[in-house]
């Protein structure tokens, strides 16, 4: 079973930057499309950024300009590269599949944006 690590969450003021790494364990990653997807407390996950196999991207308007989403697949690697962050952006970040997710959810990574 594929195994996800999340890492780079932290606590950051508004307007700053984090970058997130989403490694896997295997090299199924490079023929799967990839998501990130956040969870503030007391809220669904939502959706917030995908990368398919052919490089196209897309985005949550909450996030749209904001935050960049890529893959690297010599490393099985996705990033979610976040700028001009806002206390609305804080929440749990964890990746998996578009789809809902196809594998066990890692533990994700906690992003607290904090004036």
């Known amino acids: 079973q594929l195994q996800l690590v999340e890492s780079g969450g932290g606590l950051v003021q508004p307007g700053g930057s984090l970058r997130l790494s989403c490694a896997t364990s295997?090299?199924?990653?490079?023929?799967?499309?990839w998501a990130w997807y956040r969870q503030a407390p007391g809220k669904q996950r939502e959706l917030v950024a995908t990368?398919?196999?052919?490089?196209?991207?897309n985005y949550a308007d909450s996030v749209k300009g904001r935050f960049t989403i890529s893959r690297d697949d010599n490393k099985n690697t996705v990033y979610l590269q976040m700028d001009n962050l806002k206390p609305e952006d804080t929440a749990v970040y964890s990746c998996n599949t578009p789809n809902g997710g196809s594998f066990d959810w890692g533990q994700g990574t906690q992003v607290t944006v904090f004036s």
């Open positions: 990368a398919t196999t052919s490089g196209n991207t």
């Open positions: 295997s090299d199924i990653f490079k023929i799967l499309n």
